[in-house]
């Protein structure tokens, strides 16, 4: 489960730069890391010390709000866009920095005024350092992964024509509209599911596909590929070293390491 969520953060961030074309994209512009942290904190408020144990609910949580943001940023950006209502990136990437704002604003003044416990909780989701998993757990972020993953892996080499120009692709008569919200749709999922179970650890999905594509090219193929082994390596070797590090009787979350190599 933890090489399929690293695995699927550097995927979303491939796609997110390829349709957007700016190599400091990431599923994080859209407000994913907002909805997720929105989600939490309304979880812990509603269950209390619970809301480590329900990880169905928080599914639920945080699929909902990361679906609101993105709806709400890419209805602004494309509002911003041109006549022919190609999106813009700039506002649609203010957009989503002042939504996401907006939303680090209310989870921080709850959590100003939560008590130790609830917080104590919070923090251990964040961190990623608590996470029930069960038949259940495992078969809904299973699905999520297959669902997400899979359809990128297939359609890998059709991946190109999100890097190519709005006239371009009509031009040659290639539905890249299509394939761009197939695309993100597929990258939010895969992203969202990964952090519900992984912790806040977002960065992976922008500094992985960054640096593999700075290192291979920007052919969606190769890209997918490298940038799917090295998220998943990277998590996967960050959550062995965490288990041998202890401080305060304490293991250190895998969060904290990953966020410190990305």
């Known amino acids: 489960m933890t090489a399929a969520g690293g695995a699927g953060l550097a995927i979303g961030g491939c796609v997110f730069q390829s349709a957007y074309r700016n190599p400091m994209a990431s599923p994080n512009m859209l407000g994913v890391t907002a909805g997720v ?6 979880m812990v408020i509603l269950y209390r010390e619970a809301a480590a144990v329900f990880i169905y609910e928080r599914y639920k949580f945080c699929y909902a709000f990361t679906a609101a943001c993105v709806v709400l940023v890419l209805l602004l950006g494309r509002a911003a866009g041109d006549k022919r209502k190609n999106i813009s990136i700039i506002e649609m990437i203010m957009a989503g920095s002042i939504i996401s704002q907006l939303i680090n604003s209310f989870v921080t003044y709850f959590l100003y005024n939560m008590e130790e416990e609830a917080l104590a909780v919070y923090e251990q989701i964040a961190l990623g350092a608590v996470l029930a998993i069960d038949e259940t757990s495992f078969l809904i972020f299973a699905g999520i992964m297959v669902v997400s993953i899979v359809p990128m ?3 890998r080499y059709r991946m190109n024509v999100l890097s190519m120009e709005y006239d371009e692709t009509k031009t040659l008569g290639i539905r890249a509209g299509l394939w761009r919200i197939i695309a993100q749709v597929c990258a939010v999922l895969m992203t969202t599911g990964a952090m519900v179970h992984l912790g806040q650890v977002g ?5 992985i596909p960054y640096v593999i594509r700075n290192w291979i090219g920007s052919d969606f193929r190769k890209l997918l590929t490298y940038s799917a082994l090295t998220g998943a390596g990277l998590v996967m070797i960050c959550q062995f070293i965490s288990c041998f590090i202890i401080i305060d009787g304490t293991v250190l979350p895998s969060t904290t390491l990953i966020n410190v190599f990305t």
């Open 37 to 42: 942290n929105l989600g939490n904190i309304l």
């Open 153 to 155: 892996v297939i359609f």
């Open 203 to 207: 960065m992976v999905s922008m500094v």
